[in-house]
Every structure is written in structure tokens, then in C-alpha cells.
């Protein structure tokens, strides 16, 4: 189950279908024959959820072996894996695969000498892939196999005095990283092992005068990072330090008119914005800005009535990544087939709910549900 996009990492996805002819019925060909007008050969879009189709989906990636995408992607697995079990849980299709092996395989991608999980067995650790291995493992209730300590002194080590946090050893910094150890300490109940103070006072720094935030202090504003520094402050219950009325006018402004949402402005839509956008907007108890009938429709568009699986826009390749987005999406716009989604954690809410009061409360709530403004803020 664990085929992932090559570009998941942050990359435009570019992963249209090639053009495949379409053999016309029997009448068509005939009237074809006499030089008749061309038969349409547009298809319908799904307009109610594949679920079925999606959970075979997810349960066949990991028998793609002999495509070139599968190894492509080998360095993802285990963001991959994070995808793929989440979806399954929202779907309420846990069996389509063997905790068990899951669990094997995650392990396997644990590193003993740092702590950390690399994204594929023999891979340097990385913070991306130690937050998804925890959530895997918190999902499954199976956080025993982890040496807890030692994983936190992996987090806790990425930290720079600024409050920043680096990825790996290497020293990328960007506010993805800060997320993910906050998130991952959260959910392991180790908020004392960093400075939350100085976190906070970082990501800070990433916000910009249109009140969303960028990967690093004075980077352009991004759908995915807003998610990552509202999450992170949501966390640490610091939702206060928001402009609400600002970034809600900014991720509602990501609606296209075909109703799908975009990153940033001037780019187009894409199904996993449906979950850093909105996502965001539920943490500021804002979804209501935007047209939810019109996002919904765009999302299941994007549905493979072939294959199962979701694409990042209609009439594109499915992979994990925008499946699990798409569902989430649905999930956070009152698909109530679907298992509730947190917000904050991308993780079922059933979970959250198990394990918070273990860690570290949220000490500020979500803000009540205000409406959106008539009118546009001058
Ligand atoms: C627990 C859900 C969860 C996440 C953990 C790793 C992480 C925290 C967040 C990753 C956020 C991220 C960078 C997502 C990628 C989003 C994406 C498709 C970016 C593409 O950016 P561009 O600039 O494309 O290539 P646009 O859409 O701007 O044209």
C-alpha cells in the first residue's frame, strides 16, 4: 500500500492521464463511417463517493512492484504508508491491511543510533518521517514498540536556539519541521523537551502582512504552511496570536470558481488543498467561507471511476497523497459516511480524542463559528 507520488514532497504534481482513444459504441462507429459528426466522448464525473474502489486502491499499491513509480517513490514510503492508513481509518476499512506487517515494516525504518525513522529501511532519519512512523503507531495503538526517550532525544536535537527546527542532521530548516516535532511530541506527551516558547516565537517570524505564512521568516505565503504554523500553534495553544480576520480572507480567496482551492494565489486548484486550506479554516472555526456544496463537487470529480483513488484534479492520475486529502476534505465538510477527521493532527478524531488527555492539552479552544463578512476587509 505504499505508493506515493514522486512529488509529494512538495513539488508541483504533474500527472496527467496520457490521451487514450476511446473506441466509440457500435452506432457511434457506424456514423462515423458516413462521415457524421464525431461522438462525444466526454465521461460524467462521479458524484457520489467510490469508497469500494478506494479501499482496494489503497490496499493493491503495494503490489505495483514492476512499475518504475513504485521505486520512484521508495524514499516516501513511509509518509506514504501515514497516507494510506489514515485513509483507511477514515474509510472504516482498518483490515484492508495487516497492522501487524505495518508495524514490521515501520520498524524497519527505525534508526537505533539516533532515534529517528528514515522514509524507507536504511534511510537517514528525518523528522518527516518520524511524525508520520508515530501516527502509523498511535493510530494502531501500538506506541509500546517505540524506545520513547530515544525518539524524543532525535525531536528534541533538531531544535536551533532560534526555535526553528531542522529536518535532519543536514540542516534544512523550515516550518514543516517545527510542526512535525511539535505534533510528534504531542502525541508522545513530551512537550518538555523543547522550547516551546522560542517554537512559537519562530514560526512567528514566518507570517507575512496578508496573514499567512511562508516556509521560513519573509517567504511568500503557502496553503501548506499555513496549515503547518496553524496546526503547530494550535498544539501549543497559541491560536491566540492569529490574525483570524486576515488568514480567513486569504484561505477563503483560495476558492476557484470551479470550486476546488488553489496554494497561493495565481496557481491552480488542486484536491489536496481541500485539506491545507480547510483544515486551517476549521482550526479558525471558519469553514463556512467558502462555498463547501462547490468544493465537495470538485473533489469527487477528481475521483478514478477506473482505478479507485483520488487525483489532485479531475481527469489526472490517483495517488495516496491526494486521496488521503481528498477523504479528509470530505470528512472536515460533513461526509458523515467517513470517520471524523482532527484538523490539528490529520488523524481521526476518535484517536485524538483517545490519546489527548495523555499529552499536553490545547489550552486555547478553537474560536466559536463567526460568519464571513459581506464585504471585503479594506
Ligand atoms: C500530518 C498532514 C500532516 C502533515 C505533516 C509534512 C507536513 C506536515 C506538511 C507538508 C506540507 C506540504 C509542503 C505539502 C505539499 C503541498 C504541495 C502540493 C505543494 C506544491 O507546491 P507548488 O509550489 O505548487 O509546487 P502550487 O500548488 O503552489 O502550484
Same mark, same amino acid.
Given at each position: 500500500m505504499t505508493n506515493t507520488p514522486s512529488s509529494a514532497s512538495a513539488t508541483t504534481m504533474s500527472n496527467n492521464k496520457p490521451d487514450v482513444p476511446v473506441t466509440p459504441p457500435a452506432s457511434a462507429s457506424a456514423a462515423a463511417a458516413t462521415s457524421a459528426p464525431a461522438p462525444t466522448t466526454a465521461t460524467t464525473p462521479p458524484t457520489s463517493l467510490?469508497?469500494?474502489?478506494?479501499?482496494? #486502491?489503497?490496499?493493491?499499491?503495494?503490489?505495483?512492484?514492476?512499475?518504475?513509480? %513504485?521505486?520512484?517513490?521508495?524514499?516516501?514510503?513511509?509518509?506514504?504508508?501515514?497516507?494510506?492508513?489514515?485513509?483507511?481509518?477514515?474509510?472504516? &476499512?482498518?483490515?484492508?491491511?495487516?497492522?501487524?506487517?505495518?508495524?514490521? #515494516?515501520?520498524? *524497519?525504518?527505525?534508526?537505533?543510533?539516533?532515534?529517528?525513522?528514515?522514509? #524507507?529501511?536504511?534511510?537517514?532519519?528525518?523528522?518527516? %518521517?518520524?511524525? *508520520?512512523?508515530?501516527?502509523?503507531?498511535?493510530? %494502531?495503538?501500538?506506541?509500546?514498540?517505540?524506545?520513547?526517550?530515544?525518539?524524543? *532525544?532525535?525531536? &528534541?536535537?533538531?531544535?536551533?536556539?532560534?526555535?526553528?527546527?531542522?529536518?535532519?542532521?543536514?540542516?534544512?530548516?523550515?516550518?514543516?519541521?517545527?510542526?512535525?516535532?511539535?505534533?510528534?511530541? *504531542?502525541?508522545?506527551?513530551?512537550?518538555?523537551?523543547?522550547d516551546t516558547d522560542k517554537a512559537v516565537e519562530f514560526v512567528l517570524a514566518c507570517r507575512n502582512f496578508d496573514g499567512g505564512f511562508g516556509t521560513v521568516p519573509g517567504a511568500e505565503s503557502h496553503a501548506a504552511m499555513v496549515f503547518c504554523c496553524v496546526g503547530m500553534l494550535d498544539i501549543l495553544g497559541r491560536l491566540d496570536a492569529i490574525d483570524t480576520q486576515a488568514l480567513g480572507w486569504w484561505l477563503s480567496e483560495r476558492q476557484l470558481p470551479c470550486g476546488g482551492l488553489n496554494g497561493r494565489p495565481e496557481k491552480l486548484e488542486d484536491v489536496c488543498y481541500s485539506w491545507w486550506v480547510l483544515s486551517s479554516l476549521a482550526m479558525l472555526g471558519k469553514v463556512d467561507w467558502i462555498n463547501k456544496t462547490a468544493l465537495v463537487q470538485f473533489i469527487l470529480s477528481a475521483q478514478d471511476t477506473e482505478t479507485g483513488g483520488i487525483a489532485d484534479r479531475p481527469g489526472n492520475l490517483p495517488d495516496v497523497f491526494h486521496t488521503l486529502f481528498g477523504l479528509a476534505g470530505l470528512s472536515l465538510l460533513g461526509d458523515t459516511t467517513l470517520g471524523a477527521i482532527d484538523p490539528t493532527y490529520c488523524m481521526p478524531r476518535e484517536v485524538i480524542d483517545r490519546v489527548r488527555p495523555k499529552v499536553a492539552p490545547r489550552t486555547a479552544p478553537a474560536p466559536p463559528a463567526e460568519p464571513k463578512p459581506a464585504q471585503r476587509a479594506p
Open positions: 467510490l469508497r469500494t474502489q478506494h479501499i482496494a #486502491f489503497i490496499r493493491n499499491l503495494d503490489t505495483r512492484r514492476d512499475e518504475l513509480e %513504485y521505486w520512484l517513490t521508495e524514499h516516501l514510503r513511509v509518509n506514504g504508508i501515514y497516507w494510506g492508513v489514515t485513509a483507511l481509518e477514515l474509510l472504516g &476499512a482498518r483490515d484492508a491491511l495487516v497492522p501487524k506487517d505495518v508495524v514490521s #515494516f515501520l520498524m *524497519s525504518c527505525y534508526n537505533a543510533d539516533d532515534g529517528g525513522f528514515g522514509g #524507507f529501511t536504511g534511510h537517514d532519519s528525518h523528522l518527516l %518521517y518520524t511524525l *508520520s512512523a508515530i501516527q502509523v503507531l498511535v493510530m %494502531y495503538d501500538r506506541v509500546d514498540v517505540l524506545d520513547r526517550d530515544k525518539v524524543v *532525544s532525535f525531536i &528534541a536535537a533538531r531544535q536551533n536556539p532560534d526555535g526553528s527546527f531542522t529536518g535532519d542532521q543536514w540542516g534544512e530548516v523550515d516550518a514543516r519541521f517545527s510542526y512535525c516535532a511539535v505534533s510528534a511530541l *504531542s502525541l508522545l506527551g513530551r512537550f518538555d523537551a523543547i
